[in-house]
């Protein structure tokens, strides 16, 4: 995902310095141009297309991402990155050296992926997506496990192709093109003290709750509001939190999202329900995250990495930071109240008030849908899915059995007992559109959102005031100061390292967690 305007390859004075260095920005914002086509129909393919229009859009999407591939392994790439390199121009320059680090780290990836494998990746993709929303629909597993074993046989050739790392596993290199440098070993050390500390927080409000049977007051805050309105409060706080409708908008899909083509168009979407208002806001929220990410990149260095993201779990730390710490934030709910009241009115929201609507924005409770959990439990659901993607990937789990081991480990984990495919195992998007390999990075964004909330904190000492009046730029400009601006510059540690001190740590998403659970149970 990226984002720019149509106008400059790099800041001011460096293209000018090299002549290799400009062409091959100029190369590459040629090819991003492309890759923005395939953005913009994948968009339209969960968004607009009739169903009708799949085989088409397959045959689109495969074309194009042969396109694509061929267009970000030219040879000619290969060719200037090394003139740049060693080009007296670029003395000295430190983001340009960035850029070329990570323009031949990618250029060195894609060569080693046949053009083949890439155009069969996406038509599986676009086709699987298309049975994963019927068997969803319909809760029907067997619809979409043809799919999702073609999935993972091309995951796995994808990573057969890419190399394993020295002393790694063959996940580890789909998990690195979503988290670059992490590896499989390591998030399970990460995982290992978080996963203790869920289990015994979910079991202290349990015993608090006699089996979360008793609730804090919420004065039935999850009440039936229309659709049509809860998709204009959706839009006016996004407004509001500083995301730019002139280049973006906001639409509705089986599965939220966000997709960035590219220059000045960031396109979010968002699902409701007739008793989901806090729902549709946190995912509101989240994909916002994403799209203040995606409109905050540096413009100028469109179709480079210092025009992209640094990865998933620092786009997920964004987008958890506007859900969570920002949007389920007593101060929020201070101000975001009276908006409430505004687009629904005051009738519709009759025995609530700013204190319930926040109780129960943050109910601890172990529900079956992932973008639907609680803030506690939600890093148990994605821990699940890590371990059983890891598993398929390995060859440990067929995906035949994937419903009923996902079943079985919903109830070791959350005490549920799945009542159908659609709450369990078709739920989520990801693995219908090839993103094996993704999910982890869910809680590696709770842990980095977390982290930098605490260092923002020192920065901005009134924030809780500033939020409670609706004041959301200084947090937003902070965010581009310290993490948008510097789209690949650095790696996600070296950054998390450089905005707090330390590389990242499980102890600041702890002691957040621990004092919501104080404020909302007393315990």
């Known amino acids: 995902m990226t984002t720019a305007t149509t106008t400059a390859v790099g800041p001011a004075g460096a293209a000018d310095k090299s002549k290799p260095y400009a062409e091959l920005c100029s190369l590459l914002r040629s090819a ?3 890759k923005s086509v395939d953005a913009t129909l994948s968009w339209d393919q969960e968004t607009l297309m009739p169903p009708r229009g799949a ?9 194009l991402s042969g396109l694509v591939h061929e267009k970000f392994t030219d040879q000619r790439i290969a060719e200037l990155v090394s003139q ?29 992926l046949p053009k083949s494998l890439v155009e069969e990746i996406a038509r599986c993709s676009s086709l699987g997506m298309h049975a994963w929303k019927e068997a969803r629909e319909k809760s029907e597993f067997s619809i979409f496990q043809p799919w999702l074993e073609k999935t993972i046989e091309l995951s796995c050739k994808k990573a057969e192709c890419l190399g394993v790392p020295a002393g790694g596993e063959l996940y ?20 290992k003290p978080l996963r203790e500390f869920t289990v015994n927080l979910i079991e202290r409000v349990r015993d608090a709750t006699d089996g979360f049977t008793k609730t804090p007051d919420i004065g039935n805050a999850h009440r039936d509001l229309p659709i049509e309105t809860q998709k204009l409060f959706s839009k006016r706080i996004l407004e509001e939190t500083g995301f730019d409708f002139m280049a973006g908008r906001l639409d509705v899909s089986t599965h939220p999202f966000c997709e960035s083509p590219g220059p000045g168009d960031t396109r979010l979407t968002n699902r409701y329900r007739p008793d989901g208002w806090l729902d549709a806001i946190s995912s509101a929220t989240h994909e916002g995250g994403h799209g203040l990410y995606e409109q905050g ?8 990495p210092l025009g992209e993201a640094i990865s998933l779990g620092i786009h997920e730390s964004q987008s958890r930071m ?8 007593r101060p929020f709910w201070g101000w975001a109240f009276d908006i409430a009241g505004d687009v629904f009115g005051t ?3 009759q025995g609530l008030d700013e204190d319930k609507v926040h109780r129960a924005a943050n109910m601890v409770k172990p529900s079956f849908i992932r973008v639907e959990a609680d803030e506690v439990t939600y890093n148990l659901h994605i821990m699940l899915r890590f371990d059983l993607e890891r598993a398929m990937v390995a060859g440990d789990l067929a995906p035949k059995d994937l419903p009923g081991v996902w079943n079985k480990r919903m109830k070791s984990d959350f005490g549920l007992d799945v009542p159908n495919d659609a709450k369990g195992c078709l739920q989520d998007v990801h693995w219908s559109m090839g993103a094996v390999g993704y999910f982890s990075t869910y809680t590696l964004g709770n842990l980095y959102s977390a982290q930098f909330w605490e260092a923002m904190a020192k920065d901005i000492p009134n924030r809780n005031e500033l939020m409670a009046q609706g004041e959301f730029a200084p947090i937003l400009d902070w965010l581009r100061l310290n993490i948008h601006r510097h789209g690949r510059r650095f790696s996600a540690e070296d950054l998390c390292t450089r905005i707090t001190g330390s590389p990242l740590q499980c102890e600041p998403l702890m002691r957040h967690l621990e004092a919501k659970v104080k404020a909302v149970y007393g315990v």
Do not use: H
């Not at 506007?322 to 934030?329: A, F, P, T, Y």
């Open 32 to 34: 991003a141009v492309w």
């Open 55 to 63: 085989p088409l859009r397959a045959d689109q999407l495969q074309a």
């Open 84 to 112: 740049a390199e060693a080009d007296p121009g670029l003395t000295g320059d430190d983001a340009a050296k960035a850029n070329l680090r990570e323009i031949r780290r990618d250029y060195e990836k894609r060569i080693k």
């Open 172 to 191: 580890d290199a789909l998990f690195d093109e979503y988290e670059p440098q992490m590896t499989a070993a390591r998030t399970t050390e990460i995982f």
């Open 297 to 304: 990149l540096s413009a100028e260095w469109f179709g480079t």
């Open 322 to 329: 506007w859900e969570n710490l920002v949007g389920r934030s």
């Open 347 to 349: 009738a519709a929201l």
